[in-house]
């Protein structure tokens, strides 16, 4: 089974400078991707950033990039230059690669909160 | 990119009554579907998996009478809470996985169905 542990109910940030969200995992299988969803008030989940267990680099999208550790089993977000429009909820996930259309393992999330 | 619609986008009805939510991917087959509940504050649970012309596997604690899935296309998974009653009050996600390339392991969600049971 796998399993995500997000530690962070809740940040905070002033507009412009960069942030980092804690998101660990646990699996006992080897192939794997981690991802990190945004959520805000609307509801919808929005994609953010991909990790694979076997990428040699760590992924970057623009102003997210996932700090990959996988001899500590974490998957950091880290949003620069954080603007007012980030505000919101932050799901890292997991699933595995191996079993076709597997599904995904959500953490608790954290609350982002971008001040000006 | 891929788009998965949902509809209603809200709804609110009466307790004891049945509600019928669609899922729909809108430039794609989805021979998969996830469905997931969201409570105030909480996190993306895992209710079923819709599979096309098959029954649906259902998690566990998840009672597959009340929450009927029909996966009757490509396109179109439904999600029908039957007497609903108002702990069934949660915003449902549905979510659909597109073959190949980078998509592969990426899984498109729907914008979400706030269920409000009085």
């Known amino acids: 089974a796998q399993k995500i542990t997000q530690t962070q109910p809740g940040m905070f940030v002033q507009e412009k400078e960069a942030v980092t969200l804690d998101c660990t995992y646990d699996t006992s299988d080897p192939s794997y991707g981690l991802f990190w969803y945004k959520q805000p008030s609307s509801g919808e989940m929005i994609f953010l950033i991909y990790q694979g267990s076997y990428d040699q680099q760590n992924a970057t999208e623009g102003r997210y990039s996932l700090n990959f550790q996988k001899a500590r089993k974490s998957a950091n977000l880290v949003i620069s230059a954080s603007q007012l429009g980030d505000s919101a909820m932050y799901f890292c996930?997991?699933?595995?690669?191996?079993?076709?259309?597997?599904?995904?393992?959500f953490g608790k999330g954290t609350m982002l909160l971008v001040s000006p | 990119g891929a788009v998965v619609s949902q509809h209603p986008s809200w709804v609110i009805c009466k307790s004891g009554t049945s509600v019928k939510i669609e899922c729909r991917s809108l430039d794609f087959q989805a021979t998969t579907m996830f469905w997931y509940r969201q409570f105030p504050k909480q996190s993306l649970m895992l209710m079923a998996t819709s599979n096309e012309g098959s029954k649906a596997t259902y998690e566990q604690g998840v009672e597959k009478d009340k929450f009927l899935i029909n996966h009757a296309s490509l396109t179109l998974s439904t999600l029908t809470v039957t007497s609903a009653h108002p702990e069934d009050s949660s915003f449902y996600i549905c979510?659909?996985?597109?073959?190949?390339?980078?998509?592969?392991?990426?899984?498109?969600f729907g914008p979400g169905t706030r269920l409000t049971v009085t």
């Open positions: 996930a997991m699933r595995v690669l191996n079993s076709g259309y597997s599904t995904l393992t």
């Open positions: 979510s659909a996985p597109l073959a190949g390339g980078r998509s592969s392991y990426e899984q498109y």
